[in-house]
């Protein structure tokens, strides 16, 4: 169990400073707020946000990273969606790929569903969990300046990297990005490859 | 004989999957897939991806997908169990996927606790959507993956072939 700290940070200003100087960066969302974040800061075809699929961002993000291994590729998604799918974590740290790196916005709660508590909220360590996967970088992000010091590790530290930001549970506007399946996929596709 | 027949049948099967141009083979192993997953992990061109659940095996081929890879799922048929909310994203984006399912809980069968999900295998997969090609000979497994395969990345569909337990042979408790 780790250590509970103050938390502070509003996720839309973290997705928002995350996603800032992006570059050509191939972002994979899970279900529910990082998607709805994503979507507020800014859509993009290179974004393919998951409206389903509860666990498998991260595995989606695998499988993108091994396809376009000189792409970086960013997942970013929550704390339940990452819990539900949390024996991916053993799978990437098998693959090893180090253009691959986890960003979980935390803010201890199902928040779909009526804002439940999630096993992070009592003090379960998404990071060290990783870290025990395999994970050579596995940090917890509480402060601006902690945030700070994580993005250039999530944009360019070798990975695969995972960092877990704990945010607020504070209400957000919902913006929702495109949600037709096969129009995200061949955008994505029609961006990056030059085919749907 | 029986491990002949295995290996003979896994040759060609690997063939298929190579002239379907697959370059990612995720598994969760099972007893029929040994020799198609050793080809797999020699095979330089292949990323073989070693799972936990055969969930995660939906998803990590439809990032392959998006980022311009084919990919084949291999599992046994308790694992269908596993996949069945992560279909959704596959069938609701139109990913390919293809599946190739060694089959329990049927023929011969001596763990009864196989059996409840071997028996329900075929009509889940449909059920959610996917395509099913079963087969119970030997010599018509290439064919049918290769017929699988043109259907799920050419026809843009989820499409399972179930390899029946009569063709993986029995599993002997005394060994």
């Known amino acids: ?196 | 004989m029986a491990t002949k027949k295995k290996t003979d049948w896994s040759k060609d099967v690997f063939k298929v999957l190579k002239k379907a141009d697959v370059q990612q083979i995720a598994y969760v192993p099972d007893a029929g897939h040994t020799s198609l997953i050793k080809m797999a992990i020699a095979d330089n061109a292949i990323k073989p991806v070693s799972l936990t659940s055969e969930q995660e095996g939906v998803a990590v081929l439809a990032g392959a997908w998006l980022g311009g890879e084919a990919g084949a799922l291999l599992m046994q048929s308790s694992g269908v169990g596993n996949v069945i909310n992560m279909l959704g994203m596959a069938n609701e984006c139109r990913f390919p996927l293809l599946m190739l399912v060694t089959m329990r809980g049927e023929w011969g069968e001596f763990n009864p606790w196989q059996v409840p999900m071997g028996q329900a295998t075929e009509s889940v997969l449909e059920a959610s959507g996917v395509i099913v090609h079963r087969v119970d000979e030997p010599s018509e497994i290439a064919e049918t993956v290769e017929a699988a395969a043109k259907l799920a990345f050419e026809g843009g569909r989820m499409v399972a072939v179930l390899i029946g337990q009569r063709v993986v042979g029995f599993k002997d408790w005394t060994k």
């Open chain 1, 1 to 196: 169990m780790a250590a509970r700290r103050k938390i502070t940070l509003d996720r839309r200003k973290v997705v928002g400073q995350l996603l800032k100087d992006r570059g050509d960066l191939l972002l994979v969302t899970g279900l529910g707020a990082p998607t709805w974040d994503a979507a507020a800061v800014g859509d993009h075809p290179n974004n393919f946000y998951l409206w389903g699929g509860m666990g498998g961002a991260v595995l989606t993000g695998l499988g993108l990273a091994l396809a376009q291994p000189k792409r970086r590729v960013l997942v970013m998604t929550g704390d339940g969606e990452m819990l539900m799918g949390v024996g991916g974590l053993a799978t990437v740290a098998v693959q090893k790929p180090s253009n691959l790196a986890i960003c979980i916005i935390d803010n201890q709660r199902y928040g779909e569903t009526g804002m439940q508590e999630t096993h992070t909220a009592h003090g379960v360590d998404l990071p060290a969990m990783a870290a025990g996967a395999g994970f050579q970088t596995a940090l917890t992000v509480y402060t601006a300046k902690e945030l700070s010091a994580a993005i250039p590790v999530l944009h360019s530290q070798p990975g695969p990297v995972f960092i877990d930001i704990k945010v607020t549970d504070s209400p957000q506007s919902m913006t929702l990005p495109p949600r037709d399946g096969p129009t995200l996929k061949h955008r994505f596709r029609e961006n990056l490859l030059g085919q749907i």
